[in-house]
């Protein structure tokens, strides 16, 4: 520039032309944002974020195949099947069940004959009968299934119904409980050992989903074994007095008919029992059990007789070692996976490094799916399932017969 010429002002240049070919994240010509091309190879931010998750917290691919759920009419063998009793729970929760279950629904049988027809109609058996014999005379069946109620006394009907199914060379599943005394139970021990069929009991707490995942967590190496144990379950035990007058005294039956629910879980998560210990509250009929498991581990049962009706039924919480598992109302399991710990007195917050945080899973009861259905999450649909595998395969799964009872 020639000396003394004057300086133009810098605000009085011309502006440039805008680019044609904007780099990424600058305007281009047109005004827009160009975005960061995805080349070749190159992963979205999207799933570089999921895959950082997942990497985190431990998780499969969601996009991996999962356990999921084969519906009768798409099972290329079906087990055929009789059912005897058909009350409100044989209704509401186990003949439902059967569309999740490769079972064809042969004949059933109720002495009432009416309600046996109409429950006929609605299912879809071919036949109805009001007694059961005549069904297991005249009907080729693979399995029965059995949901009677208690007789004049009391008792259970399923020992003589499940050993005569047995004997006309079926297999049977029957709900809880099994009998009202041991020899009964060994009367239908006898009969599998004679006849080389087995006997399935409905223990349905360990199928419930929650129970299930929470055992295959306490296997991990990670969590480091099954420790300790505590369940809470409101169970009433009468008076010893009236503790075995299943007619006479009121608390007696339902002791019966609900107390396997909580020995169930501790089957399932703990294994066999060594030994067992109880205290007994009068003035509720709650009682504490204490257990020494084969496996190593102790438990404990409280049978909150005084709990509130309104409360969640069931509480369990499942110790390793620097690890536990708890399951809330049957549903909502929370992982509290292994941490370092906080630096007491100094640490500026009370949040867990993301490797190291609890994981909650909880269903979503919105949409219309299979897992929020109490037919999943109360176990109906799994050991119906199960009931049926075992009778197509001829073997049943150690700890879901009455050969041994819990």
């Known amino acids: ?99 999740f279950a490769p079972v064809d629904l042969v004949a059933l049988a109720d002495i009432a004959g009416e309600r046996a027809e109409a429950i006929r109609r609605e299912f879809g058996a071919e036949r109805a009968y009001t007694d059961y014999r005549a069904m297991l005379a005249r009907e080729q069946i693979d399995c029965v299934v059995v949901v009677t109620n208690y007789d004049d006394d009391g008792r259970p009907r399923f020992p003589g119904i499940a050993i005569d199914a047995l004997d006309a060379g079926c297999n049977a599943w029957i ?38 995942k929470a055992r295959e967590l306490s296997q991990t190496p990670q969590f480091g074994g099954a420790r300790q144990l505590l369940v809470r379950y409101p169970q009433r035990m009468p008076h010893p007095a009236g503790r075995f007058d299943l007619k006479g005294h009121p608390g007696a039956l339902p002791f019966l008919d609900h107390v396997w629910h909580p020995f169930a879980i501790t089957q399932l998560l703990m294994g066999d029992v060594r030994e ?16 020494a498991f084969a496996a190593g581990g102790i438990g404990v049962i409280n049978a909150a007789g005084g709990q509130a009706r309104g409360a969640p039924i069931e509480h369990v919480e499942l110790f390793g070692d620097g690890e536990h598992i708890i399951v809330e109302n ?6 509290l996976r292994r ?49 049926a595998e075992m009778s197509s395969t001829g073997r049943p799964r150690r700890g879901r017969t009455c050969v041994r009872p819990i």
């Open 330 to 335: 049957n549903t909502r399991l929370t992982y």
């Open 175 to 212: 709900e809880k409980p099994p009998a009202h005394r041991l020899d009964e139970v060994e009367a239908m021990r006898a009969a599998e050992r004679r006849t080389g069929h087995f006997i399935q009991v409905g223990y349905k707490k360990m199928f419930v989903p929650a129970y299930v």
């Open 1 to 99: 520039m020639a000396s003394g010429a004057p300086t133009p002002d810098r605000y009085d240049r011309p502006p440039k032309s805008p680019r044609r070919c904007a780099r990424p994240g600058y305007s281009s010509a047109d005004g827009s944002i160009a975005r960061r091309p995805n080349f070749p190879g190159r992963k979205s931010p999207e799933v570089r974020h999921e895959e950082l998750i997942r990497r985190t917290l431990n998780l499969g691919d969601w996009r991996a195949p999962r356990s999921t759920v084969e519906y009768r009419t798409e099972s290329a063998r079906h087990v055929r099947a009789g059912f005897v009793g058909c009350g409100g729970h044989a209704y509401r929760n186990l003949l439902t069940a059967f569309h």
């Open 339 to 387: 941490y370092s710990g906080h630096h007491y007195g100094r640490d500026a917050d009370h949040f867990t490094p993301i490797d190291q945080a609890p994981i909650v899973w909880d269903p979503e009861f919105s949409p219309g799916v299979l897992y929020n259905k109490n037919a999943s999450s109360s176990a109906m649909r799994r050991r119906s399932a199960s009931s």
């Open 276 to 291: 067992m210990t109880y205290l007994w509250e009068a003035d509720t009929g709650g009682w504490i059990a204490t257990f």
